[in-house]
């Protein structure tokens, strides 16, 4: 029994709305007895062996003890950004004040390494990339136009629709991730323009959603991968972690999506600072973003500049472990504050958060939002180039393409590590978007395991602006950092079937001992 449910216990209320894990082959003993108590099945969720539940209070301890059931937990809320108050938007202190549109500059997308604005030779996404967001919508415009191939609305059951989005988070995702920029005269473009698009919304006019309908959107997600034509995940929500990661139905959701051969990219969660002093607070991480699988994504202060040289951790930006299981997080930072992005001006956001209104010099409205959810958007687009990348340049790539693990651990060398910060703090640095491209371009996952598998040899530097700097050259694995030419070698961690982290008492994943190589992060 998770920490939310037994808390909803408390208040006295008559009914939970709670999701109940049970050992593989037991549904059907479930659903029997729940009937026999007059309990209500909402939904079934058969990617994690599960069925989401309005159950009798005086239920819950005579399932929970069952000898065949795994966990219940509750149904819990989510947010598009979990914070403590549940207000369900990233907030407004933590943007700064809006600039005119004749000072606002954008510089998203060199800071990372890429052109200001796509051009011939870069990769834009293109080639049949697929990126399927998970929030509350997307508001359909000429930045996305013939690029959103599906949207289903799981508010209302997964139902077919016309994209829309009533409350405008998703929006800002998807114009970060994808958006062409037509309508600012390409002023704000996004990572990767020419990326399809698959929308998702599990989030209301509010920016509230359940637990079962984000586990709802991923089980569709999964099981039509091929048909939707989907490799990368984005999860800009969460809430907070009610329990172990193997009895969180939504990492447990997370996690079978990634072993499907999905890149589920996440954000970190808005809570790193303690919420009365305002100092730097850890253990502030939020599901699903614990998941070991998962890429999770802290926020970086670009300060509008190209520059890395006064990039600085977002005083907001979660920091690790996760708690309960004290799993190293976040992986990675991305740029995640005070950005700009496409807006839908009828929103609830638009409306709410009239400081953050901006212009683009053309005279279009977009929207300043800062947090964890926008770093994960980001990440997001780059690993969407990384694939296009990979992809391209040999043939024989395209039937094995980049894997979550790989993709995470390109992410995590190629970074440029943030002064004094530790690892809890940044996880292995900010992207790099230049590095992890040249990366994915260069590996030949054809190559057997233990062979050297980079096509042509990297100095480990990456020039941004006019400064080169050097990637970390390290992959934070459980709870050790490891160094050396290690993702330059095949090896069976980067496949599928391991999870992020794991290794056993015979170290079969690596050959030898991991604390030969490492230092201990916790």
């Known amino acids: 029994m998770d920490r939310a449910l037994r808390d909803s216990l408390q208040s006295g209320a008559s009914t939970q709305s709670v999701i109940i894990s049970v050992k593989p082959g037991y549904r059907d003993v479930l659903r029997q007895a729940l009937r026999q108590h007059g309990d209500v099945i909402k939904s079934e969720h058969p990617l994690i062996d599960a069925v989401a539940v309005e159950l009798h209070s005086v239920d819950v301890d005579e399932l929970a003890n069952q000898p065949w059931v795994e966990s219940v937990a509750a149904d819990s809320f989510v947010y598009s950004k979990a914070n403590r108050t549940n207000s369900g938007f990233e907030s407004i202190q933590n943007v700064e004040p809006s600039g005119s549109s004749t000072t606002l500059r954008n510089t998203l997308r060199t800071t990372l390494g890429l052109p200001s604005v796509a051009g011939p030779g870069t990769p834009t996404g293109a080639t049949g990339v697929g990126v399927a967001i998970v929030d509350s919508g997307i508001s359909p415009s000429d930045d996305f136009t013939g690029r959103i191939t599906g949207f289903y609305d799981f508010t209302k059951n997964g139902l077919p629709t016309p994209p829309f989005d009533d409350y405008g988070h998703g929006t800002h995702i998807a114009g970060l991730i994808g958006s062409s920029g037509k309508l600012s005269n390409y002023e704000y473009q996004g990572i990767a323009p020419d990326v399809h698009l698959v929308g998702l919304k599990v989030l209301d006019q509010n920016g509230r959603g359940r637990t079962s309908d984000v586990i709802k959107a991923i089980e569709y997600i999964t099981a039509n991968k091929d048909k939707l034509n989907v490799h990368i995940v984005n999860l800009s929500l969460g809430h907070p972690i009610y329990a172990p990661a193997k009895y969180d139905p939504l990492v447990q959701a997370v996690e079978k999506a990634s072993a499907a051969g999905l890149i589920v990219i996440t954000s970190a969660g808005n809570f790193g600072a303690k919420e009365r002093t305002g100092d730097p607070g850890y253990t502030g991480i939020t599901s699903p973003c614990n998941s070991p699988s998962a890429i999770c994504v802290g926020s970086a202060m670009a300060k509008d500049t190209t520059t890395r040289d006064d990039d600085v951790v977002a005083p907001y930006s979660s920091r690790g472990p996760g708690w309960f299981d004290g799993v190293a997080k976040p992986d990675v930072l991305a740029p995640g504050h005070n950005l700009a992005s496409d807006t839908n001006v009828s929103s609830y956001l638009y409306n709410l958060l009239q400081a953050n209104h901006a212009q683009a010099k053309n005279g279009l409205p977009v929207l300043k939002l800062s947090g964890t959810s926008m770093a994960a958007a980001v990440t997001t687009g780059v690993v969407a180039l990384m694939m296009q990348a990979h992809n391209q340049n040999l043939v024989s790539h395209q039937h094995k393409v980049l894997t979550p693990n790989l993709a995470k651990a390109l992410l995590e ?109 916790v």
């Open 413 to 521: 060398y190629s970074a440029i590590s943030l002064a004094g910060a530790d690892y809890l703090t940044q996880g292995a640095g900010e992207i790099n978007a230049l590095g992890a491209i040249e990366l994915a371009e260069t590996i030949d996952t054809n190559k057997p395991n233990g062979s050297w598998w980079l096509g042509i040899g990297n100095r480990g530097t990456s020039l941004i602006g006019t400064q080169v700097y050097p990637w970390s050259r390290h992959v934070i694995w459980g709870d050790a950092v490891l160094t050396g030419n290690l993702v330059y070698v095949n090896n069976i961690v980067w496949g599928t079937g391991i999870v992020w982290g794991s290794v056993d008492d015979e170290n079969i994943v690596w050959g030898t001992s991991v604390s030969a190589h490492d230092e201990n992060i």
